[in-house]
Each structure stands twice: as C-alpha cells, then as structure tokens.
C-alpha cells in the first residue's frame, strides 16, 4: 500500500515529496478498541485525524457515561477546539483498531505553504461545519427544552383546580384541628408593618397557657441557654420580638397537628428555612421579615396533613400520595382563615420548578422566589450537592430579586448564614448543629 492511501481525505492531493515530508513531521499513532484518545474537558494541544478505524465521542452526563457520535476514516477529532485552544467537549474511546494522524500547532508550523494552505483551508471547513452542526443541534434542543418545560407545566397544574372540589381533599383538610385564636391574632399583626415587640409580647401573655408553653421551651435544651428567662419581656430582649413570635406560631401548630416523628421533622425543617426566609427577606424592602418567616413556618403543612390522613386511613396511602402537598397544605390555610398572601405563596411554591416567574401572580412572586431559594439553601446545608438541586428556572428569579450570578451557596452564605452567624446563641440547638456542621466542611 502506498503512503497515499492511508492519508486521509485532505492530503490525498500532496505530490510524493510533500507525503514523504508529512510523515516526517506528523506522529501516528495505533490505538487497540477502548483506548481513550483524549478526554473532556483537557485543553486541546493536539488534532487527531482518523486513518484507520472507528471512534465514538462520549460524555459525562448526570453521573453516566453517554455516547455522543460515531467516527469513521478521515474525521477530524477536536476540530474546532483545537482551531480556539478550548478544552475538549467530550472524550474519544477507539471502537476498533484505530490508526489516528496526531497534529499539534509546532508541527504545523514545520509545513510548506501548500500543505499549510491545505490543511487551514480543510480545518476552517470542519470547523465551519461543526459550527452549523452545533447550532442546528442548538435549535433541536432548544425546542425540545421548550416542549419538556410546557409537558412540566401542564402535568403539574392541570389538576390542581380538582383540589378544591375534590371530596377526598375536603375531608383531610376538615378533620385538621383548627389553630388557636392567638396564631390568628398573630399573623394579622403581619399585614402592618409598624407592629412592635411589646406589641407582640402582650397577645402573648393574654394568653397564660401560651405564655407557660413558650417560656418552657425557652428554658428547655431546645435554646441552650445558660441561665433562666422568667418572663415574656426578658424571652423578647433574649431572643428579639421575631423569633419569639416564631416559636409562639411553632408552639400553636404543634397544638393543632399530632406528636410524630415525621411531624417533628417535617416542622424542624421548616423551623429552619423560616429563619432562613427571615434572614434572606431582611436584605429586601418589599417583602415583611416576619411574614417570610410565616410562611417558612407553614410551607410544608400538606405533608403534615398528608401523614396524619395516611396514619388513619393506610389503604389510601399510594392514592394520598400523589396528592399535590403545596395545594393541599394551601387549602388548610385558606380553612384556617390565615391571610391570603400567606395561602397564595403556599399554594405557589412549587411553581419556580417548572414554570418561569411571569407564571406565578405578582402579588405573590417575590415571596415565592424566596421560599424558592430558602428550600434550596437548607436543602445545600443538609448536604445534598448544588448539582443536584431542582433549578431549571433558578436564573430568573435570581434577576427577579437582583441575584444574578450568584450560586446558591453564595445566596447561602451571603443572604443567610451572615445574618444567622450574629445571633447564633439565639438559635435552637438543632439549628445552630447544622450550620456548624457546614460551615466546618
């Protein structure tokens, strides 16, 4: 076989000299099946061109290794990376046998001007036609992106207008308890924003039992605290009128939901994104830190329902299951008769999952966006890694609330564990455990 039938396509022209030349300058190398020829992400130093063989292109996707393409004689591998110096998209294994041309910029450098004209003019083409590729891919997967979203949307609403008519619903939202009056009393100081401490402190203790339930839990391990609070008025200088007004809400909602295991869960977790959205609304002045915090309180009540029905009824279990718990714990509130803009935010909380802001009502968006991130950022201090937090809308509603480019760890630290780290011997022990631990690793 002579040099020139295993060159590839684009020096198939080169008279005897300049092959003989070529492969004085050029390495090939032979590659047996499963070899990588390189690898994603590696900064592309080298062309490689196929004489020989069969090549796949694959990537690291969610953890797994997908095949991207298939190469045959005379591809261009790493074409356009190596035109800009830009890292490999993807890593090439040889499926076979593989004979492969290797091309790095010095040894370009060592070409006549024919066999450079060649191979600028044949690299410029193969990039050209990858570029068209990728954007033709682009346009694919664009559109596909915006019929995945649109199946999201409709899958996750189409029902949710049945809720409130359905019989099954009715009955689980009508046999919770209702809350006592001061949480009432409470969250309607909500609505304005001139509300004090003392304020606060006298619904408190016109409400003795209130006032013995929330003066034992300060005194309890629950705060660590080293020394004895006596009354309301020093629990406030201790602990500030808006956690005091959390833990006599938390205190009210233990009275209308039962003492489980997954109860005490489910409402420490909200206890904890409660002072996160009491942190994170501070650094705004158009939302109330202490109606964020209320919402944090309440947010995940559907699950509490959803548990509570299951508990007495275990063969509806899997039908249960599948009920939306946002809408769910959104109809308690509405039977509870708490505020409307604290329903509505629950009711929408989910929302930012799989729809863009302009789907959620304005009323309501703002404090949806931060209930949004506040269940990201606990969901990143119990450990679960940023790449596998649900963000596919995240972007927009950072813009919505002037976060653009900040990760959600950087929303973590700098909206969140800021503010906590000052008033951190407020904070139950559970909470203060859990930043400690992250902010150990």
Partial sequence: MSLNNSLA????????????????????????????IFEESETAESLFILLHGSVVTTTSLAGKTREISSFERGAWLGASEFNWQAPYRCTAVTRQPSKVMVLNQRKVDFFDEKMKLGFYRELAKKTARECNDLAVMNRKLSFSSHLAKKGLYEARIHK??????SPLVRSMVKKIPRLPLFVHTLTSRLL???TTAGQIADIIQQDPSLTADVLRKVNSSYYGLRSKVSDI??????????????????????QAMPETPKFEE???????????????????????PVRMATIGLLHNLGESVGELFIKN?????????????SQLGALLL????????ICRSVQYQDYPEFAPP??????VVDSVALLHFAKLCYQLLAGTPEAKLPTLYAEAYKARLGWEGLSIEEILKKYVLDDLMKKINTLPEFIKKLIQVYTSN
């Fill in 9 to 36: 396509p684009v020096f198939e022209g080169f008279d005897q000299k300049q092959v003989h030349r070529l492969y004085q300058i050029i390495d090939v190398k032979r590659y047996e099946p499963g070899q990588i």
């Fill in 160 to 165: 949710l207008d049945e809720y409130s008519r």
């Fill in 192 to 194: 304005d924003e001139n």
């Fill in 233 to 254: 008025s020093n629990a406030v200088l201790f602990l500030g009128f808006e956690a005091l007004y959390q833990l006599a809400v938390s205190e009210g909602l233990r």
């Fill in 266 to 288: 489910i409402h420490a977790r909200a206890l904890v994104i409660s002072q996160m959205l009491f942190s994170m609304s501070r650094a705004r002045e158009k939302t109330i």
């Fill in 313 to 325: 009824n275990p063969n509806l279990e899997i039908m249960i299951s599948i009920i939306d718990q």
């Fill in 334 to 341: 509405e039977e509870w008769e708490l505020p409307e803009a």
């Fill in 358 to 363: 302009a789907s959620v009502p304005g009323d």
